[in-house]
């Protein structure tokens, strides 16, 4: 089956950058839609980005809009995830999702089909 595996978080100052990768494996992406969620300690989980498998339509949330960028490798079957200028209200655990076809629920994570474990970012100075 479809499996994913964040990597790539960690601890970061204000201002600073990381840069989270998801490895896909398990099948083949074609026409899938892969996203990155967040969840924050009692909060819900959030959108934060969505990319295209085959075409690299991108969507953001506004919170991260012009600070993080959502990218892939089709040959390796990997996403990104490059965040800068990090914010305190980042710190969060990120979760890399998909689903096997495109959904106009972008933001909704019932949307997607496949989660991965999270990763741990947190920013503090």
């Known amino acids: 089956q479809v499996q994913l595996v964040e990597s790539g978080g960690g601890l970061v100052q204000p201002g600073g950058s990381l840069r989270l990768l998801c490895a896909a494996s398990?099948?083949?992406?074609?026409?899938?839609?892969m996203a990155w969620f967040r969840q924050a300690p009692g909060k819900e989980r959030e959108f934060v980005a969505r990319?295209?498998?085959?075409?690299?339509?991108?969507f953001y949330a506004d919170s991260v809009e012009g600070r993080f960028t959502i990218s892939r490798n089709r040959a390796r079957n990997t996403m990104f995830l490059q965040m800068d200028n990090l914010k305190f209200e980042d710190t969060a655990v990120y979760y890399c999702a998909a689903n096997r076809y495109y959904s106009s629920r972008i933001q909704d994570s019932g949307a997607y089909d496949y989660w991965g474990q999270g990763t741990q970012v947190t920013v503090s100075s």
């Open positions: 990319i295209t498998w085959n075409l690299e339509s991108v």
């Open positions: 398990g099948g083949t992406f074609s026409g899938f839609a």
